[in-house]
């Protein structure tokens, strides 16, 4: 009887904390207005670092990210920030690479300017997702991000092997300053 209410509270507890969280993560993050991007990336890098020192975190920016709008930037963050929590509460992962690339046009090829977000662990990995877990509840608002700015969202998982999120974002005229 004590195990059960034990347990009732447990499951209600972790209830509350995810509905908390899923409203936190819909609000603004402050340091975006104050730091920008980059910076906002690697005071939360630092913070995860400082939190889980077993865990080598890595941030790897390449190209301008000092003219995206701040629904991009938004998005950029969310998605780490969504990514990593992931894989630190359920990869079992030793080390967790973040890399965001402004990848210029290229006329030459007719390729468009995009930016794109590598978030990968070397953990338990996965198999599957049905977007019914708390896990795949985080993938569904990482998908859901990337689609909402016409991007695409890739999960690469295989168990034993980590996981690795890819998602590519358009730099169109309308997601830069």
Known sequence: RVYGSAQAIID????????VHN???RLRPSPLDDL?????????ISNWRQRQADINFSLEVSGDLSRLNEKMNIT?????????????????ANSIRVQVINRPAEPETAAQAQLEIIIADD???????????DVDFGLLGMRE???????QFRLDSQLGAGVTIHITLPLTADVLL
């Open 145 to 151: 991000r990337a689609q909402s700015l016409g991007g």
């Open 12 to 19: 209600t507890a972790s209830h509350i904390y995810d509905v």
């Open 76 to 92: 950029v963050f969310r998605v780490v920030q969504e990514a990593i929590t992931n894989a630190v509460r359920h990869a079992e």
């Open 123 to 133: 953990g338990k990995g996965m198999e599957g997702q049905d977007f019914h877990s």
């Open 36 to 44: 920008g991007l980059v910076a906002t990336l690697q005071e939360c």
């Open 23 to 25: 409203m936190i993560t």
